[in-house]
């Protein structure tokens, strides 16, 4: 049952739900903290890694439509 949360809570952002790594991630990109310091505290360090290059690959893609 602990996975079925876990995958509803990354399905949950239009209700403000958002796991761990991804609050970490976002943090990442906003320049709050470093990928280091967010790496240190993961418990999934592999899946934010993922999040926060798919995250960077989109913005590179969505600014380059832009130009």
């Not at 609050?23 to 505290?41: F, G």
């Amino acid at each position: 049952k602990i996975h079925q949360l876990y995958s509803q809570m990354q399905m949950g952002r239009s209700q403000n739900m958002m796991t761990m790594n991804q609050s970490l991630a976002q943090l990442v990109l906003e320049h709050t903290i470093s990928i280091e310091a967010a790496l240190s505290i993961s418990s999934d360090q592999d899946e934010l890694h993922d999040l926060i290059t798919h995250a960077s690959k989109t913005k590179l893609s969505r600014a380059e439509g832009a130009s």
